[in-house]
């Protein structure tokens, strides 16, 4: 008996055998590209919790003798503005660099896209 020949109950069986073995891989690949994006989210959330931590120590050190060494030279609160400008500045750039890394996350997994179409074109042509 060849494949010509075969009852029409055997061959749906099979389809339906491998559309689920499909289906499981695709869910398989799509939970593998979810995690690795969620890893790359919990990165970013590091840096961005580290930067933050870091220019706030920073700021309570630091940013307090150049207001007192400028304050030499100018009045107090114009040593303050400058000071607390240039704080600013400086935690505005690590808290963007965290929100690029975040923003570049993507919880649509490509390759599952990728695979699922290839599979559905697949399944058409097997059912025609």
Known sequence: MNDTDRPISSVLSDIVGNVQHIVRA????AKAEVQEEIGKA???????AAGGMAAALAAVFILLAAVYALALVWPLWAAALVVGAGA????????TSGIRQIRSVSLTPPRTVSTIQENIEWAKTRTR
């Open 42 to 48: 919990r990165r970013g959330m590091i840096f961005l």
């Open 88 to 95: 600013g500045l400086a935690g505005y750039a690590v808290l």
């Open 26 to 29: 695709e869910v398989k690949l």
